[in-house]
Structure formats: C-alpha cells, structure tokens
C-alpha cells in the first residue's frame, strides 16, 4: 500500500528533463516533447470537467492565452476525463461564457500522466488530479512547480509574474527577491570569493544591504 501511495506521489523535480509523453487532447493526439519545442509551456490540471472551480481556472487561462503567447509560452491542460467529456465541456463553457478553451486538453483518462507528473495525491482523491502547475523552458526542463488543493483556485497572476521573473532571470543573469515585479530592481548574485566581496563593497552603482544584498536595475 505504502509502495502504491509513493508511486502515486512520485513527481519530477526542479531542474529535471520534463517527462515525455504522448496523449489524446482536444486538439488531437499529442507528442510532449514536440509540443514544447523550443517554446516555454505552461502545463496545468485539473480536477474533473464541469466542475465549478476548474471552470473558472480553465477558463482564465483561456482569456490570457494570448498574454502566454506573446512572451514565448504555450499552455497545456489535464484532467482525468474522457475527450468527449473534454469538448462538451470546452463547448458548454464556450456557449455560457463565451471563453473558447482552444488550447490542448489532455483527456488522461488512464492516469497515466497524471502518475507521471505527480499529479495524483491520495489524500485528496486516488482517481482525480489535484491543481498542479510546470512551468517548463525551451530546453525541456522543468523550472517551476506549484500544487493547490481541490478547493482552492490557483492564482493567475502569480503564474504569470512567475514565468516573467524566470524569464527575466535567465536572460539577465540574476536573480529575483520577494514579490518582484517587472520594473523592480533584481538581486545581484552574492560574491564567492574575497576578491569579488571587495569589490561589492567598493561598488556604487548598487543598491546594498550588505556586501552579500545587493540589487540592481534591469
């Protein structure tokens, strides 16, 4: 039983390949690695189509996909359900709300992803995944990962300050404090040696706490 629990569990980590797959989704079959390309992707789940939470989710990401795909960034999502369940689903929402899902949607109705990715906690449910978030960049790796309960709807725009602070710190060699935001200044990486701490504590052109706190405007 314990052995079952920890395969459930079992997830890829930060800074790790994403795991490969192929699947169903509502835009026809699917090859991971060919999908995230040279792209940035944002892969979430969900718990169950037609349910209120996740209509609610689903559709935000709906409505902000093309702020995804200005900054480089494909969405991808997952649930534990059937394609037919998937597009009446995407069709129902798009007839009530006018939101049209037209990103892929996973239908995992094996699991089978779901248990790749960790997506399956059997505290909250053995047959339906809970709210996970990768974000994965263009080499393939995993560089984020968030998870909320059932009951609990994600936050749109901590993800999308998220894959800009990762962005912005892979382009500009740095790295981010709390609650950055673009336009916010950026945390130099600390010394590793005597010499470069001298030299932090004779620079001006920063904004310092310390020799080993500083930060500067990008």
């Known amino acids: 039983m314990q052995d079952q ?15 490969d797959f192929k699947a169903l989704t509502t835009t026809g079959p699917l090859q991971f690695s060919e999908y995230a390309k040279d792209s940035w ?36 999502g997952l649930s534990i359900d059937s394609i037919h369940s ?16 037209t990103f892929p949607i996973i239908a995992d109705i094996d699991m089978s992803v779901s248990k ?12 339906a995944a809970v709210r996970a978030v990768f974000i994965v960049d263009p080499k393939g790796d995993i560089r984020l990962i968030m998870y909320y309960p059932m009951n609990v709807g994600r ?8 894959l800009i602070a990762l962005q912005t710190s892979d382009e500009n060699k740095c ?10 200044k950026a945390i130099v990486p600390p010394p590793k040696t005597l010499e ?23």
């Not at 395969?7 to 994403?18: D, V, Y």
């Not at 990715?117 to 047959?127: D, F, I, N, Q, V």
């Not at 470069?196 to 500067?216: C, G």
Request: hydrophobic share 40%; proline share 6%.
């Open 116 to 127: 790749l990715y960790g997506m399956l906690h059997p505290g909250e449910s053995k047959t």
């Open 86 to 101: 998937h597009l009446a689903w995407v069709n129902n929402v798009r007839e009530k709300t006018g939101v049209y899902m």
């Open 41 to 76: 992707v944002v892969m979430f789940s969900h718990p169950a189509d037609f349910t209120p939470v996740c209509t609610t989710e689903m559709s935000a990401f709906a409505v902000e996909q093309d702020w995804f795909q200005e900054r480089g960034a494909k969405l991808i």
């Open 155 to 162: 936050n749109m725009d901590e993800i999308k300050r998220a």
């Open 196 to 218: 470069q701490m001298d030299e932090r504590i004779a620079n001006t052109e920063y904004e310092k706490i310390d020799f080993y706190l500083a930060k500067k405007a990008i």
């Open 175 to 184: 790295a981010m404090p709390v609650d950055w935001r673009p336009g916010d």
């Open 5 to 19: 629990i920890q395969a459930l569990s079992k997830m890829p980590l930060i800074g790790e390949a994403a795991p």
